[in-house]
C-alpha cells in the first residue's frame, strides 16, 4: 500500500449550528439533541486501518454520541493540510508525515490524538527466493523507493547498522500500488510495505516472500503509524465534542479487536468496491486487530518516550528544517 505524503493547505469552514424553533421544542426533549457535524478525512483509500472507524458508524457509537460523521478521500498529498484548513475535523496520518510541521515556521494547527495501532507494523519485503533476509542483503539490490528522506534516511541506518552499504542499493521509483505485482514482475527486489496488507496480501496469493520488520530492528522506528489528527482550533473550542469523537472511536477499535470478522464485513458494507478483495481485507482484519491495542489495555494512547525517541532522531540527523522539542505534535487529553 504506498502512502502519499505531505501537506496541503486549504480555507476553513464553519460547523453547522443548531436552530431551535418554539414548535419543535417538544419532539426535541424526547430526542437527543441534533447531532454534530464532522467530517473525518482518510490518509489513503479506505482499508483495515480504517476498519475501527467503520464498525464504530455501523454500531451506531457516533450517533449516540450525538455525531454525525461523514468519511471524505484525501487530496494527493495526504489529510494533514486539509485537517489543518478546517475543511475537516480530524483525519488519518503518521508520525513521520506529521514532522515537518509539528514545529517551526511551517507548523500546522494539528495534532495526533489517538494512535490507531500500537506499534509501528511497516517493513521490508522481498521474493523468498532472494534470500533476503535482513538489512545488509539489500546490498546491490533493486529498493522500491518513495524518494522522501525520511524514508531512505531509515533504509540505510537499518542496513549500515547492519553492516551492509546503502550506497550500493539502487534506487527504483516505487511508482506503483500492489507491492505483490511488483515483486512478481521482477522489476524491483524488494519493497517497503505494512506487514497487514502487504505481506498479508503476499499470503493470499500463496506467494512466498521474507519480511522484517523496522521496529525489531531498531526501536527508534517504533513510531506511530497511522494516528487520528485533529484541528487544533477546532478542537480547543469544542473540547466535549472531541472527547466524545474519540471515545466513539475507542469504542470501534476495541470492539474491532475483539471481533475482527465483525469489523472487515463494516469495511466491505461501507465500502462496496473492497467486496472483491474479502480474502485480503478478512485476512488483513484478523492480522490487524491483534494490533489495535496489542499489549494495552485501552485503545489511543501515546507512549511520550517512544514519541519523543522518534523526533529527537530526525533533529540529530538534520531531516527536519526546525528542531521538534519534546512532547510536540500529540496528546493524550482526549482519550
Avoid at 485480503?280 to 489495535?292: E, H, N, P
Wanted: glycine share 6%; with cysteine.
Amino acid at each position: 500500500m504506498q502512502i502519499k505524503r505531505s501537506a496541503w493547505l486549504v480555507s476553513l469552514i464553519a460547523v453547522l449550528a443548531l436552530v431551535l424553533t418554539a414548535c419543535g421544542q417538544a419532539k426535541q426533549s424526547k430526542s437527543s439533541k441534533a447531532q454534530q457535524q464532522i467530517t473525518v478525512v482518510l490518509d489513503y483509500t479506505p482499508n483495515t486501518n480504517h476498519s475501527g472507524m467503520y464498525l464504530a458508524m455501523a454500531k451506531g457509537y457516533f450517533k449516540k454520541a450525538g455525531l454525525n460523521v461523514k468519511v471524505v478521500q484525501p487530496p494527493e498529498d495526504g489529510a494533514d493540510g486539509l485537517v489543518a484548513a478546517g475543511k475537516a475535523e480530524f483525519g488519518f496520518s503518521y508520525q513521520d508525515v506529521m514532522s515537518p510541521h509539528v514545529a517551526g515556521k511551517d507548523k500546522l494547527p494539528v495534532t495526533a490524538i489517538a494512535a490507531v495501532v500500537q506499534h509501528n507494523t511497516s517493513g521490508i519485503m522481498s521474493r523468498k527466493a532472494d534470500n533476503i533476509t535482513r538489512p545488509k542483503q539489500m546490498d546491490n539490490k533493486r529498493y522500491a523507493t518513495w524518494n522522501l528522506p525520511i524514508e531512505q534516511a531509515i533504509v540505510k541506518t537499518v542496513v549500515n547498522q547492519d553492516g551492509g552499504k546503502f550506497s550500493s542499493i539502487k534506487m527504483v521509483p516505487a511508482n506503483f500500488d500492489d507491492e505483490v505485482a511488483a515483486l512478481k514482475s521482477q522489476k524491483v527486489d524488494d519493497i517497503w510495505v505494512f506487514e497487514g496488507w502487504g505481506k498479508i496480501n503476499a499470503d493470499v496469493q500463496g506467494y512466498p516472500v521474507n519480511y522484517f520488520d523496522f521496529r525489531k530492528l531498531n526501536p527508534t522506528f517504533d513510531y506511530y503509524t497511522p494516528v487520528i489528527i485533529g484541528n487544533d482550533a477546532y478542537m480547543k473550542a469544542h473540547p466535549d465534542v472531541t472527547k466524545k469523537f474519540v471515545a466513539a472511536m475507542r469504542q470501534g477499535y476495541t470492539e474491532a479487536a475483539k471481533h475482527p470478522s465483525e469489523a472487515s464485513d463494516a469495511l466491505m458494507k461501507a465500502v462496496l468496491e473492497l467486496k472483491g478483495s474479502k480474502k485480503l481485507i478478512v485476512a488483513s482484519q484478523k492480522w490487524l486487530s491483534t494490533q489495535y491495542l496489542a499489549e494495552q489495555k485501552t485503545w489511543g494512547k501515546f507512549d511520550p518516550a517512544r514519541w519523543n525517541r522518534f523526533y529527537r532522531w530526525l533533529n540529530d540527523n538534520k531531516l527536519v528544517k526546525s528542531k521538534i522539542p519534546d512532547n510536540t505534535g500529540f496528546t493524550n487529553k482526549y482519550l
